[in-house]
């Protein structure tokens, strides 16, 4: 028998039961049962809804109770928050995805009406949310920054242009450092290999060496003669005090068992005299010689430096070139474009600014992250950094770097942890250019131990909306 949330209380609440007789017989004297039905609803039988957190109110004409064994479904998935409000009124709320059909129900024998002895018919509500299309390709900047770009990048960019929207490319980090191990693991897990191959300069410092050279292009060329396209970020390491052989990126670096501050300032970058603009000049000059010899092969780049640059704007920088604020990144930014485009005319990349979208830990507000952004005229794309459950939708984080630049610039997921959901993206209209997941090591040895643990990527790269190697002519 069912149970109701009122029924403790029922003796005393329901109209017409009152108390038993000397002879603990029930007094059946009270009114007749009547029927509860429904006078509105709040979402109508067929209606378009924005997809957002809503409430769906349904009203009644009496007052009512709902019963705590039945199950109030969306789309099959019980509903956990069902209440009563103003008596008469059940109330629901839901965080809907665009571009979805629902089915709201509340089955018979759910809701009874206090004191009809009945219950009200069931009622179901189908609505969608339409689908809302974010981009409008109308407003999208066609061509890149550098005005003397070569025609490998061009083209690779027509690539990007043309799909943006339509279908997204996948990519992976290739490895630790100048390699494709992790990108061949993907391949043999999901039976395809992505279109976008990433490689780090993470040990600029350090080559040449019998373990590290980056004079030896024969990676990068072998995934872009392959059919993928290379993407360079540049975890650049600096010493952490003036002379000292202690390289890190970080900004926070731990010393005799206490974490201190790296006591290398982006803001003496550009200062002439001091010893990091010394460090910082010579290499570029280094990092230079290494990115002709990928421009003189004709190898397109996806160039993303400074990544991340804000870290968590409340919480601070995590890295080096973070710790003076977002102004003296932009200058370091724009002071790095000039270096590589202008002085050393490396016309074969493609320019990605990496938004950071966390303050607190959730989503940064529009005024902080335009604060942070270089400007239309040095970057190509921007992307975004996350590490979030795996085919899960982060449409709130692409319309957030979508507004920053007023659709002009494509959008990316330039690095992530799990993959996303891909078809979710493409109906709420906000599918990402590309996305490149970074690599995981366990004990030394590569493989999926945190992330897309799960089969994903075969999900991913089996989806017909995402771009693989060989998919297109980049």
């Known amino acids: ?68 064994n039945a199950k109030i479904t969306l789309n099959g998935e019980e509903v956990d928050n069902p209440r009563v409000i103003n008596g008469n009124q059940l109330i629901a709320n839901f965080n809907l995805s665009r571009g979805q059909r629902y089915v ?138 003036e002379g000292s052989d202690n390289l890190t990126s970080s900004q926070k670096i731990t010393v005799d068992g206490k974490e201190v501050e790296n006591q290398f300032k982006a803001s003496n970058v550009l200062v002439e005299g001091t010893w990091e603009n010394t460090v910082a000049n010579a290499d570029v000059e280094k ?16 160039w993303r430096p400074f990544h991340e640059a804000a ?38 990349l493609i320019w990605v600014w990496t938004v950071q979208t966390s303050d607190e830990g959730k989503l940064a507000s529009i005024d902080k992250v335009k604060a942070a952004y270089p400007g239309d005229d040095k970057v190509d794309m921007v992307g975004a950094d996350l590490y979030v459950d795996a085919l899960t939708n982060q449409t709130a984080q692409f319309e957030l770097l979508y507004n920053l630049v007023e659709g002009k610039k494509m959008v990316a997921l330039s690095e992530c942890g799990n993959l996303l959901d891909v078809q979710s993206a493409f109906n709420d209209g906000a599918l990402w250019s590309y996305f490149m997941s970074w690599y995981e090591m366990t004990d030394g040895k590569y493989g999926f131990k945190d992330w897309n643990k799960n089969n994903e990527w075969k999900t991913v790269l089996d989806n017909p909306l995402v771009i693989n190697r060989g998919d297109v002519k980049f």
């Open 1 to 68: 028998m069912k149970r109701y949330s009122y029924i403790l209380a029922a003796a005393l609440l329901l109209p017409g039961l009152t108390a038993c007789n000397q002879d603990h017989e029930p007094d059946w004297s009270e009114t007749a049962p009547f029927d509860i039905a429904v006078t509105a609803t709040s979402i109508t039988d067929g209606e378009e809804v924005a997809a957002d957190v809503i409430d769906i109110v349904v009203t009644y004409d009496h007052d009512i109770a709902i019963s705590q």
């Open 104 to 241: 709201f129900n509340i089955p018979a024998n759910t809701v009874a009406g206090i004191g009809s002895k009945t219950f009200a018919p069931e009622l179901t509500i189908n609505f969608n949310t339409g689908k809302v299309q974010i981009i409008d390709k109308s407003k999208l900047t066609t061509t890149l920054v550098n005005a003397n770009a070569s025609a490998e990048v061009k083209n690779l960019y027509d690539v990007f242009v043309h799909n943006y929207g339509v279908k997204q490319i996948s990519g992976v980090m290739g490895g630790v450092a100048w390699d494709t191990e992790f990108s061949d693991l993907v391949y043999e897990s999901a039976g395809k290999y992505p279109a976008i191959v990433g490689f780090d300069y993470i040990h600029l410092a350090s080559s040449p060496a019998n373990w590290i050279d980056y004079g030896d292009i024969t990676p990068v060329k072998g995934v872009w003669d392959a059919g993928s396209v290379p993407a360079m970020t540049w975890h650049w390491n600096v010493p952490v005090a």
């Open 311 to 348: 870290g968590d704007y409340s919480w601070g920088a995590w890295f080096w070139w973070g710790n003076s604020g977002v102004d003296v990144t932009k200058q370091l930014w724009d002071w790095l474009y000039n270096k590589l485009t202008v002085e050393h005319g490396i016309n074969n």
């Open 287 to 302: 990092l230079a010689g290494y990115l002709k010899l990928l421009r003189d092969a004709n190898i397109p780049v996806i």
